[in-house]
């Protein structure tokens, strides 16, 4: 199963990795395909990873949207002169809010992976989450 899935990875990666800019979804794709190989999974161990993490996902992808829609974030502020102290104070205190939403979605998960999969595979996954990172800011630094 494993090989099938990276054969067609490997397929289909060159496709995306050719595209300009990266959306959502490519980028996904790609993070998805990272984890993979990083992570070995066996397949019962998939069967259990990747439910709880699309759950966290959903979760995360929630917060990030109610924050973009509300607007509600200090580096959107074109002039921070212009406001005053008590809208400059609820701009960062909402900052500090998504913040902690976000760590509190991380802790739950991180409790679901912990009861179910061995600690060594959760400390790969958050290695990878970091290692990808890098990868994915080194190559939106190679395109420019």
């Known amino acids: 199963?494993?090989?099938?899935?990276?054969?067609?990875?490997?397929?289909?990666?060159?496709?995306?990795?050719?595209?300009?800019?990266?959306?959502?979804?490519?980028?996904?794709?790609?993070?998805?395909?990272?984890?993979?190989?990083?992570?070995?999974?066996?397949?019962?161990?998939?069967?259990?990873f990747w439910p709880i993490y699309n759950d966290m996902q959903a979760e995360q992808n929630a917060i990030r949207k109610e924050r973009f829609q509300k607007m509600i974030s200090f580096r959107k502020v074109a002039e921070i002169d212009n406001l005053s102290d008590a809208q400059i104070q609820t701009?960062?205190?909402?900052?500090?809010?998504?913040?902690?939403?976000?760590?509190n979605i991380e802790k739950k998960y991180y409790n679901r992976f912990k009861a179910v999969l061995p600690i060594k595979i959760i400390g790969?996954?958050?290695?990878?989450?970091?290692?990808?990172?890098?990868?994915?800011?080194?190559r939106f630094k190679d395109k420019q």
């Open 1 to 48: 199963m494993k090989k099938l899935f990276f054969a067609v990875l490997m397929f289909m990666l060159p496709s995306i990795m050719w595209a300009q800019k990266p959306r959502g979804e490519e980028i996904e794709a790609l993070k998805i395909a990272f984890f993979t190989t990083k992570l070995d999974l066996s397949a019962e161990e998939a069967k259990v």
């Open 91 to 103: 701009l960062i205190t909402s900052e500090f809010d998504f913040r902690q939403r976000d760590l």
């Open 124 to 138: 790969k996954y958050y290695r990878a989450q970091e290692a990808f990172k890098r990868e994915l800011l080194n």
